[in-house]
């Protein structure tokens, strides 16, 4: 039976509707719409849960109504918490950025998904330096109100902005 670990963000409750849909051996490591800092205390441990049971799969997941997305989307309420003060910051400006390319009904699933494909390139350095061997890393949005999991944008549709001097 496949094993995998799912980032998740605390305040989604995500685990039972993970652990009913996807049927397999599943572990959960949390932090604040999926902000944890890669540290080598965090590497370290997510490198022992991997190793110890033997994890194939991770999926970076949240939910479209996230509330720490939608605070950074909206009144950011929880900014002066140092830990999403940075995590803010970035939102704002890929927020900016996309709201001059894309239609605004898709802006916060690309936000998403966007923030999670980084996300996903920063975990994938991380074990690419430190295992000795390959783990599937793969991004989801949980939509609350139809009750699916869909697989986040491509990391080719978030363009990056860029200046050329």
């Known amino acids: 039976m496949p094993k995998s670990l799912f ?15 996807f049927h397999k051996e599943n572990y959960f490591y949390t932090s604040l719409g999926n902000s944890f800092i890669y540290n080598r205390k965090t590497i370290k441990h997510i ?6 049971h033997q994890i194939e799969e991770i999926y970076f997941v949240l939910s ?8 950074a989307l909206g009144n950011q309420d929880f900014s002066n918490f140092k830990a999403l003060n ?5 939102i704002n400006k890929h927020t900016a950025h996309l709201d001059t ?16 494909n980084r996300k996903i390139k920063l975990l994938q350095s991380e074990i690419d330096k430190n295992f000795d061997y390959q783990i599937k890393i ?3 949005i949980y939509d609350k109100q139809d ?15 860029h200046h050329l001097n």
């Open 7 to 21: 980032l998740l963000c605390p305040t989604d409750c995500l685990e039972p509707i993970i652990n009913s849909r």
């Open 47 to 52: 490198h022992k849960l991997i190793k110890k």
């Open 64 to 71: 479209s109504d996230n509330q720490i997305i939608l605070d």
């Open 86 to 90: 940075r995590f803010y910051n970035d």
């Open 101 to 116: 390319i894309w239609h605004s009904s898709s802006l916060k699933f690309s936000i998403i998904s966007y923030y999670l």
């Open 138 to 140: 793969r991004g989801k």
């Open 147 to 161: 009750h699916v999991f869909t697989a986040i944008y491509s990391d080719l549709i978030s363009i990056e902005k």
